[in-house]
């Protein structure tokens, strides 16, 4: 499955070129790609997207390419803000972001 059966390709260029360096913001991203008003199995099904490695959770190097998982060109995030999304996601603090927590973090933003 691509991100595009899911969300708008032109939604999510706009998102992604939204963000320079050290000015992501996942709380506008999450709105600005349309993943806000997304069903909860449409928010389940992006989240199997990004966790590349299929371990049902989203780690820290996954992270760092978050942006990626939306659109190829999609840019690296820094180190600082890899962690600020991890801190933002990790509700029960192993490190790590699972489905459940991912879906809060979308309905939170």
């Excluded at 999609?74 to 991890?86: C, I, N």
Aim: no cysteine; proline share 2%.
């Amino acid at each position: 499955m691509a991100m595009t059966d899911v969300l708008s390709a032109e939604d999510i260029k706009k998102a992604v070129g939204a963000f320079s360096a050290e000015s992501f913001n996942y709380k506008k991203f999450f709105e600005m790609v349309g993943l806000k008003k997304k069903s909860p199995e449409d928010v389940k099904k992006v989240f199997h997207i990004l966790d590349k490695d299929r371990s049902g959770f989203i780690e820290e190097e996954e992270l760092k390419f978050v942006l990626k998982g939306f659109t190829p060109d999609g840019r690296d995030l820094s180190d600082k803000e890899t962690k600020a999304l991890l801190a933002a996601g990790d509700k029960d603090g192993d490190g790590k972001i699972g489905a459940d927590e991912f879906a809060t973090m979308v309905a939170e933003s």
